[in-house]
């Protein structure tokens, strides 16, 4: 798998040959970069070690094939292309060049030592011998190994992919988008309400998820002393992208309703019920950017910054005054480190030798079970596989993990989240402190943690207004779409749904959305949104996961929703 040296590598060589050829087209460097890591970066970490520049391109081919199951293109098999003029030499060509390889590449050994084994992918974006009868010059004259050439054949693929997406026309596109594009090179089309998890699988992921993870490698390494597009995430933290930015240009307003937060929704309507289309609350007093000059059947259109999320919905018209003092929405940006002085964590003091073990029934103290998992990886790959052995290790079916079963009434959503959060390094507080020691700390003075006195519980209501007031602190943001939520947790972030009922004493409910995985995907839409995102949960009813009941938290017991994403 190519890393960070691999990109640079990549970059340093060729950054400045791929960027004219790329001028008038919404691709970028670093998409052009992970397709070329997730074709053959495979192999550069051992062949760009001693060999020559044109070497590596030389014996950049592999996919090896001699009557693959499933394959529908020329050649499927040997005897396929011996049928094809010329079609000899280039059998005893590809086979030669998969036994070039393997000797730098051992573990292509077992495969070369089979006579009637070849490769069908040639170059560094692995334009495939499909084309052959079209194009034979193309591979038996070994042009593949000319970057630029190999580079123009990509990008009439490229293009042709672009065309069938209808984003050719496109100024820019997003690293999602880019990812879809990836998918028709590689299959020829794109089915939206599969996401990214299309194109080649390889046991594990698809093409598509994995095209993104390189994409957002690609980010982080820059060459010629430029500063990288995201910084590279310390090891146990996932590379996420920053908030988005308003891209509305309308008059600045500010929210005016002095009674209760202003809805935003997706449609300039009314829903029924009312919470159906609601996507956000504003407070009373923050600001906004119009996108329109007038209302539509009352509503403005209008696009705004909350904690960290990018809002682009309709508001009441009524409840929004001009205001020319507003120069700029401020957009929320997560602390990278949580507070050493002040307001700090607040953890539930144990006694000595005290186990918390999920087979006890839930209490205030946070997990220390011997053995329990914990996240740690460098890499998207690492960090979701770390994250599933969390889901699997709290096991919240399991009927003897006591500590989330529901019972008499009583459901387990907070501590659960709490759990997979403590597991993962990432603080989301079991127990906070009472507005009194929230007053002392901010004076600077020390406070003692103690139950019932300085400290309380934490309720899944009481987490909602937590992440909101103190979660830019310690590292939370929100996010403003299902889709970016998503996204995040299959980068190996942690991700929230939190909803805040109406009644105060009355559960409120928050859920971990997480990574999908081999059998269990996310819900998208025919233009490819996610409406469901992958859910695990403690509740009324208890799973690893699921993707619930559609658009839960806008049922109409919660008075507001949030999303929210850490690292």
């Known amino acids: 798998m190519p890393n960070a040296n691999d990109v640079q590598w990549f970059k340093a060589r060729f950054q400045d040959r791929l960027q004219p050829a790329l001028v008038g087209t919404p691709l970028t460097v670093d998409f052009l970069t992970a397709i070329a890591c997730q074709e053959t970066g495979e192999i550069w970490p051992i062949l760009r070690h001693g060999l020559a520049e044109a070497d590596v391109l030389r014996l950049c081919v592999g996919d090896t094939l001699d009557a693959d199951k499933g394959r529908k293109a020329f050649p499927k098999d040997k005897a396929e292309l011996l049928t094809a003029p010329r079609g000899e030499a280039m059998f005893e060509l590809s086979h030669q060049l998969l036994v070039d390889m393997a000797t730098h590449i051992k573990s292509y050994s077992p495969v070369a030592r089979k006579p009637f084994k070849f490769c069908h992918g040639f170059g560094i974006f692995q334009r495939d011998l499909q084309f052959f009868k079209k194009d034979p010059d193309y591979f038996l004259q070994q042009r593949y190994a000319d970057f630029d050439v190999a580079l ?62 390189f994409i957002q490698l690609a980010h982080t390494v820059a060459v010629d002393n430029a500063p990288p597009a995201l910084t590279p995430p310390a090891a146990g933290l996932a590379l996420i992208s920053p908030p988005s930015e308003l891209t509305a240009d309308g008059e600045y307003m500010r929210v005016a309703t002095r009674e209760s937060p202003l809805r935003v929704r997706s449609e300039p309507r009314m829903s029924v019920p009312a919470q159906a289309n609601v996507i956000g609350n504003l407070p009373d007093g923050h600001p906004v950017r119009a996108v329109t000059r007038k209302a539509q059947n009352g509503f403005r259109e209008i696009q705004t910054s909350l904690n960290g999320a990018l809002l682009h919905g309709f508001v009441a018209q009524q409840f929004l005054v001009a205001d020319s003092s507003i120069q700029k929405v401020p957009v929320a940006v997560a602390d990278a480190t949580a507070p050493t002085t002040g307001i700090i964590k607040a953890h539930m003091p144990r006694r000595t030798n005290r186990v918390t073990g999920r087979v006890e029934p839930a209490g205030a103290h946070s997990l220390n079970e011997r053995g ?88 899944a209501n009481d987490l909602f207004r937590w992440l909101a007031d103190f979660g830019n602190a310690f590292g939370w943001r929100q996010t ?19 909803a805040r009922r109406k009644e105060d004493g009355k559960s409120g409910h928050i859920v971990a959305v997480v990574a999908e995985v081999a059998n269990h995907s996310a819900r998208r839409d025919a233009s490819g949104e996610v409406i469901a995102p992958l859910q695990s949960q403690a509740g009324a009813r208890n799973f690893q996961y699921g993707t619930g009941k559609e658009n839960w938290w806008n049922a109409e017991q919660f008075a507001e929703s949030a999303f929210w994403i850490h690292a």
């Not at 996401?195 to 046991?203: A, M």
């Not at 959503?413 to 997979?420: A, E």
């Open 152 to 213: 123009d054949h990509c990008l009439v693929e490229l293009k042709r992919g672009l065309d069938t997406l209808g984003l050719a026309k496109s100024g820019s596109l997003s690293d999602q988008q880019l990812a879809t594009v990836g998918i028709a090179y590689n299959t020829g089309s794109y089915n939206p309400k599969k996401g990214l998890r299309q194109g080649h699988f390889d046991g594990k992921r698809y093409y598509g998820e994995n095209l993104l993870d």
């Open 480 to 498: 403003g779409t299902l889709s970016k939520l998503q996204q995040a947790a299959n980068q190996g972030a942690i991700a929230l749904i939190v």
């Open 372 to 459: 329990q998992p914990n996240r740690f990886g460098n890499s998207p790959d690492a960090l979701r596989n770390e994250l599933a052995a969390i889901i699997e290790w709290l096991g919240v079916e399991d009927p003897t993990h006591k500590r989330y079963q529901p019972h008499d009434g009583l459901t387990f959503c907070n501590i659960y989240c709490h759990d997979y959060c403590h597991l993962a390094g990432v603080y989301l507080p079991r127990v906070w402190w009472t507005a009194r020691a929230l007053i002392d700390l901010a004076q600077g003075k020390t406070v003692e943690p103690l139950i019932g006195a300085t400290l309380t519980e934490m309720r």
